[in-house]
């Protein structure tokens, strides 16, 4: 799935919230080293497919992620941009042909 930004910058998403009445899409944007939320309405979908394996979430909002975010507990070290985290989930995605091979 992609998105793209108000300023024309694509984002490949690995994450979708849902709380209340808003979606979120979980980005992760070149060289920034994490996820970044994306509000629905301040966002373009270029790509609608979800091209990976996938888990459902559901605590205080309900949630679909990239299968590694949620079995290996990467999601939340990659909000905070954690080091580690973001090359493990990197390689995976890499791997998984995600995203290409020189995105860092």
Excluded: C
Aim: overall charge negative; charged content about 30%.
């Amino acid at each position: 799935m992609k998105i793209k930004e108000q300023d024309g910058t694509i984002i490949d998403i690995f994450s979708i919230y849902w709380f209340d009445d808003e979606t979120y899409f979980y980005g992760l944007p070149r060289g920034y080293g994490g996820l970044i939320a994306y509000k629905s309405n301040e966002i373009s979908i270029i790509e609608s497919d979800i091209s990976f394996n996938s888990v459902y979430f559901e605590n205080n909002a309900k949630s679909i992620h990239h299968w590694a975010l949620i079995k290996e507990a990467l999601l939340d070290d990659l909000i905070e941009r954690d080091e580690n985290a973001y090359n493990r989930f990197l390689e995976i995605i890499k791997s998984e042909g995600l995203v290409e091979p020189d995105f860092y």
